[in-house]
């Protein structure tokens, strides 16, 4: 007993000294020195100089790693215990960033960790939450505050590989901020009219761990538009792509809600030309394809693939839906096709649910995001042509179009789990679908419930009056896709 004893107190005092010395630590103001090689980078906030902000980033980390399923412990790894261990990592990691705000000014490592905390709320409350929305703010804000934004105004003193991480950490930051603000319907935080940022290079994480003179030789091994020349495919890669696509959202929410002109129509235009040239001249191995699964990739470069395809897409069918007009059941040609585009690039990516570990959720958000747009207006346009006679404006097959958006309801059916936020928002989708692809097929069909007979009320166009919407603001929206993303 009286060893037990002494072993509880000493473990009482080595905590004890941790934890002084952990705030002592904090309190202090993180300096990096010009010198500072990357690979040398970790000893100013680990070991013997451990910091607060450190302990938080790797708590957030660890309940998104759990949650995902990458990773596992001694216990039984099923979905509650996922879901707990999340819940306390993130009001750990919210912990750490309060007491880090009191005791140290704004730093590099404070803005990881707002990051991260933004990731982890995304799965724990939902994209849609008011605490989302909130870290999202709050975010921007330290961007903004740290300098991230201005390339310009850059400090010299700084070395060169925590500059090109600043630059990572803005282009992942900018395009989260778009598809959350195109989510909720809501004007995006960092706008790019007040930013000089430029690009990150497509270099690999370990050419940041090298000394200065490796990573400026590293320029060799680029293009001038700061792509690989090796055609080599790593997270620098997606960064990059995701943001020149964010670029042209940006461009998109500043002229979504003014009137349609046609000088406004002409800038639609032009910006949907741009795009589609800014997604040509990406470098061919980034480039989604259809035969892309045939080509021996690895599973995840291909998944990144049509994530990026379907956001490039989507700009377009934003564009497109603009140009029609919100109120329009008929759409337009272009409209048409770009979310038959969409869905069938959706159902692709269904189809590769067995070959990855857990890929439920994040299919779920694909549909939620890209699936239910392009599919609300094919189903409304085709019981449109059904109801008045007029053509049906789509140029491709109305069979096999028909047939698509039978594979979309049944996913709608199966892709949830009764246990889920979205499970009755998935249910009652798939029976007003089902409803009126049953009246489109059979005209003698009569749909007996006023309710799912009114498609207004169903329209998901979250980028226009998204806030209008019952059947949104009473859901919640979990994003699990960030995995991919950073």
């Not at 009286?2 to 300096?31: G, H, M, P, W, Y």
């Not at 002229?255 to 040239?277: A, F, G, W």
């Not at 979205?422 to 309710?451: C, G, M, T, V």
Request: hydrophobic content about 40%.
């Amino acid at each position: 007993m009286c060893k037990e004893n002494i072993s509880d107190r000493n473990l009482a005092d080595f905590t004890s000294s941790l934890t002084v010395s952990i705030i002592q630590n904090t309190a202090e103001i993180f300096e990096v020195p010009p010198e500072t090689q990357g690979r040398d980078f970790h000893a100013l906030f680990t070991g013997p100089a451990i910091r607060l902000e450190i302990i938080g980033l790797l708590c957030a980390l660890a309940g998104r790693a759990r949650y995902l399923g990458l990773a596992s412990d001694r216990f039984e790894d099923d979905r509650t215990s996922r879901s707990q261990y999340a819940h306390k990592m993130l009001a750990a990691s919210d912990a750490a960033l309060h007491i880090c705000k009191i005791l140290t000014p704004l730093n590099d490592l404070t803005i990881w960790l707002v990051h991260e905390i933004l990731l982890l709320s995304d799965i724990v409350h939902g994209d849609s939450s008011p605490a989302c929305w909130k870290r999202l703010g709050e975010l921007s804000t330290d961007i903004f505050a740290l300098g991230l934004h201005r390339d310009s105004k850059t400090l010299n003193d700084l070395p060169e590989f925590l500059l090109e991480s600043r630059r990572r950490q803005f282009a992942a930051a900018y395009q989260l901020d778009k598809s959350i603000a195109t989510f909720l319907g809501r004007p995006p935080r960092i706008p790019w009219r007040y930013a000089d940022c430029r690009m990150p290079l497509d270099i690999s994480d370990e050419a940041l761990a090298t000394d200065n003179k490796v990573l400026n030789y590293s320029r060799d091994y680029i293009d001038e538009n700061g792509w690989s020349r090796h055609g080599v495919v790593q997270r620098s890669s997606w960064i990059r792509v995701r943001f020149i696509i964010s670029t042209f959202r940006d461009e998109i929410l500043e002229v979504s809600l003014q009137n349609m002109t046609p000088e406004m129509e002409n800038r639609l235009k032009d910006i949907s030309q741009r795009c589609h040239l800014a997604w040509d001249s990406l470098p061919s191995c980034l480039r989604y394809s259809p035969q892309c699964w045939d080509q021996n990739l690895h599973i995840a470069v291909c998944l990144m693939m049509i994530i990026s395809y379907l956001a490039y897409l989507y700009n377009d069918f934003l564009i497109q839906r603009l140009i029609a007009g919100k109120n329009n059941p008929r759409g337009n040609t272009a409209l048409l096709a770009v979310s038959a585009d969409i869905l069938s690039t959706v159902l692709t990516l269904g189809m590769q649910r067995e070959q990855m570990i857990d890929l439920r959720p994040d299919f779920a958000w694909t549909v939620l995001l890209y699936g239910f747009p392009s599919a609300s207006l094919l189903i409304k346009a085709l019981q449109h042509q059904k109801r008045t006679g007029e053509p049906f404006l789509y140029e491709g097959s109305r069979s096999a179009l028909i047939r698509n958006l039978s594979v979309f309801i049944s996913h709608l059916e199966s892709i949830v789990r009764p246990d889920n936020a979205n499970y009755a928002l998935f249910q009652r989708a798939s029976q007003l679908f089902s409803r009126i692809i049953d009246e489109i097929l059979e005209p003698q069909s009569i749909l007996q419930d006023s309710n799912l007979e009114d498609t207004s009320g169903f329209d998901f166009d979250p980028m226009i009056e998204v806030d209008g919407l019952d059947l949104f603001n009473n859901m919640d929206f979990g994003v699990a896709f960030n995995q991919w993303l950073f």
